[in-house]
């Protein structure tokens, strides 16, 4: 399953592969992006080894054993979309793996090439994956749900933004001005909102750690316009101008109104009456207005005709 092997004996067993002489499916994990070496001017960009003292480039493998392969799994945002080095004004020609192939690339199991992106990219993730898929290829289980874009579709069908640890500061329309602080980072250029990642709850090793946890923001790694689209980085993306004014003016209606509620709720029915906690640690608190206490009311009036319904 996993080539342990090094030095002739790795490229012996490619060989292997490519000749059809192993006597087991295989599946081909690709790291990195795809080069032309036809713009190599007569060296090559990525050489893996010699088959017949005829020194090999990587892109000749891929060619050699894609046909052949149960699957082929891109692993990274520059195998999966050509990453940085396929950046506009590349000099390597540099694309995807399923860029080289073809949209028509069918594995020797009829599977469409696999991506999992990321800059880098989440671990759990590609473990899940070519767990689910090597389970499909053995006949232990269904196809897994992939999405137009070939992603594992239950681990890339939501937003960085939906699953932040930040987020409920952006819906009230609170932002962090400086790095350090621990409101919203779209303002200072996090793209979250627009990105399909699962970076925020999955974390990035054991479940912890991960861009807005440490405090980053969202770059768009796993995305295929990255990084040209989401460049240059560490700026507000345009769009968040109007979507983050919107939501400061709606979030701060939102944000007082739930501040009402809240310190109605952090008082029982004792202290209500006495109109003081019974607490040291109590600061001053003006006793709630006529308009206050029938907002109140008629919150209360509401909530418990919802009973039975």
Not at 188 to 203: D, M, S, T, Y
Not at 230 to 258: E, K, Q
Request: charged content about 20%.
């Amino acid at each position: 399953l996993v080539s342990v092997e090094m030095g002739d004996e790795y490229i012996e067993t490619l060989a292997m592969a490519a000749r059809g002489d192993l006597d087991a499916p295989f599946v081909v994990v690709w790291e990195g992006s795809v080069f032309d070496e036809h713009l190599s001017g007569g060296g090559y960009f990525f050489k893996l080894g010699a088959d017949n003292e005829r020194t090999m480039t990587s892109v000749e493998w891929l060619e050699r054993l894609a046909p052949k392969a149960a699957a082929v799994i891109a692993i990274g945002s520059c195998a999966t979309w050509g990453g940085i080095p396929a950046a506009e004004g590349n000099r390597t020609g540099s694309v995807a793996v399923m860029d080289h192939l073809g949209k028509d690339y069918r594995s020797a199991f009829g599977v469409p090439v696999v991506n999992v992106p990321g800059c880098s990219p989440i671990g759990d993730n590609f473990m899940e994956t070519a767990a689910a898929v090597l389970l499909f290829l053995q006949g232990l289980g269904p196809l897994p749900d992939f999405d137009e874009l070939g992603r594992p579709g239950w681990l890339f069908n939501e937003t960085v933004h939906r699953h932040c640890p930040r987020a409920g500061y952006y819906e009230e329309g609170v932002f962090a001005e400086h790095y350090g602080e621990h409101e919203c980072l779209v303002e200072l250029g996090c793209w979250g909102p627009v990105v399909q990642c699962n970076i925020a709850e999955r974390g990035i090793v054991n479940g912890t750690g991960g861009c807005m946890q440490m405090g980053g923001i969202c770059i768009g790694c796993t995305m295929p316009g990255f990084p040209d689209k989401f460049s240059p980085l560490y700026v507000t993306p345009p769009g968040s101008l109007l979507s983050s004014n919107t939501s400061r003016v709606f979030g701060g209606f939102i944000r007082r109104i739930r501040r009402v509620t809240m310190v109605d709720k952090n008082r029982t029915a004792r202290w209500e009456n006495a109109e003081s906690p019974p607490s040291g640690w109590a600061r001053y608190r003006s006793k709630p207005g006529g308009g206050v206490k029938l907002i109140h009311r008629a919150y209360r009036a509401y909530q418990h005709s919802r009973i039975g319904s």
